[in-house]
């Protein structure tokens, strides 16, 4: 089991570390002023990144996947804040369901009482200008709003090199970009 985690993982950052770009874009880039909203009301997605790099996670209430790993999530979510990275893990839903089911979903299904995501208010365009191919679907963007490269589907975020490659990719200490 062990050496089947550590293949699957292995296997995970190969494919991030060699994924060729998806788009070439920054931060002024149109599709950053799409909106997304959460309790607080809307925003556009360049409001909701405190700075770059940054990670950006699509998931829906729908992916079975996405149930799986939204737990592992909270708990790198709440690591990166406690390292001064909050506002660079940005979570958005693609569902076309009221802002509300999605936070009941997360605290009352999967019991997440800190976990924090946006939703798209137009999940269609946003699904589109991410190119976003599968559910989930995770971005790695640099500190100019390029995006470096993306994983489709679901990842272990508890395993040690995942999360030390993705909060060394936040901390600026980045080896997608030179494929290393």
């Known amino acids: 089991m062990r050496a089947h985690k550590f293949f699957l993982t292995s296997l995970i950052l190969a494919v991030w570390a060699f994924a060729s770009p998806v788009s070439a874009a920054s931060f002024e880039d149109p599709k950053y002023s799409l909106e997304v909203k959460d309790e607080a009301g809307t925003k556009t997605l360049r409001d909701a990144f405190t700075k770059g790099p940054a990670i ?63 939703q798209a208010v137009d999940m269609q365009a946003v699904g589109t200008a991410f190119q976003v191919a599968a559910m989930p679907y995770t971005l790695f963007i640099d500190e100019n709003g390029d995006v470096l490269g993306g994983i489709p589907g679901s990842l272990e975020w508890d395993a040690p090199q995942i999360k030390e490659t993705f909060i060394g990719h936040l901390q600026g200490k980045d080896t997608i970009a030179s494929g290393n």
């Open 56 to 118: 950006l996670h699509f998931w829906a209430t729908w992916c079975p996947n996405c149930r799986v790993e939204l737990p592992a999530m909270e708990r790198f979510e709440d690591e990166l804040k406690a390292q001064g990275l909050d506002g660079q893990f940005v979570v958005v839903a693609l569902e076309d369901v009221p802002y509300g089911r999605i936070q009941s979903f997360l605290q009352d299904r999967l019991e997440l009482e800190r976990f924090t995501s946006y």
